[in-house]
């Protein structure tokens, strides 16, 4: 009723979309009345409008990001829907592939590896498996390091540019960076920040690996607890 009210037009239309789509599933299921019902753009006994249906029955592809979500999404979720129109249901996970983030991220320890096992990796990930030949070579190992260590201090001099703070290079990075949520568990990773300061409270004594946290995240514009 509220949506009829508001957009009077949009609620005809999805009326007409209803009807026609109603007809198809009569068409392709005329046995399976629960499944028309299940399918069904407007629920008859609620009224309730299927949003997620009108973008599946007016969409080309249905996206479930990752292999493992869009699996879920045809065995489970939307089964009903994957039956009808298999063809639509794909996966392209979103992001930058671990190939383009260090070829791109980190030039120096892509010119190393590309002189130890030249430009395949680039495009094939698995090339990156050639590189298990070297794990005892003390020459190539320290070469890695130092990348590390230029790495650390590029960052250390963006922190303290940006910041104004300086942070211990000999230090651990222990960083989290991913978008900031209750189920990314930022708190968590907090709390154990705490608990670890707390006990160098107790006992001052404690060998306790140096290490400098690092968080770099947002919050959507309306998620009001990660906000605050």
Excluded: C
């Excluded at 670890?196 to 001052?204: G, T, V």
């Amino acid at each position: 009723e509220l949506f009829k009210e508001v957009l009077p037009r949009i609620y005809n239309i999805i009326i007409k979309i209803h009807i026609k789509f109603q007809e198809l599933l009569e068409d392709k299921y005329p046995k399976d009345l629960a499944k028309r019902k299940r399918m069904a753009i407007i629920d008859e006994e609620t009224k309730l409008i299927h949003m997620a249906w009108i973008a599946i029955y007016g969409s080309y592809t249905v996206n479930g990001v990752a292999e493992l979500h869009t699996d879920i999404l045809k065995n489970t979720e939307l089964k009903d829907w994957y039956d009808l129109y298999p063809e639509r249901f794909q996966n392209k996970t979103n992001g930058v592939t671990q190939r383009r983030w260090l070829l791109k991220s980190n030039p120096e320890l892509s010119s190393l590896i590309i002189e130890l096992i030249g430009k395949d990796w680039i495009t094939d990930l698995s090339e990156l498996k050639k590189l298990e030949k070297y794990i005892t070579d003390k020459n190539i190992l320290n070469r890695f390091l130092d990348i590390k260590n230029i790495k650390k201090e590029q960052l250390a001099k963006f922190i303290k540019e940006n910041t104004g703070i300086v942070v211990d290079i000999n230090s651990i990075f222990d960083v989290q960076v991913k978008r900031l949520h209750e189920y990314k568990r930022q708190i968590l990773n907090i709390f154990h920040i705490m608990n670890l300061y707390n006990r160098i409270k107790e006992d001052p004594s404690i060998k306790v690996t140096p290490k400098t946290y690092i968080f770099g995240a947002k919050a959507a514009s309306g998620y009001f607890r990660a906000k605050g």
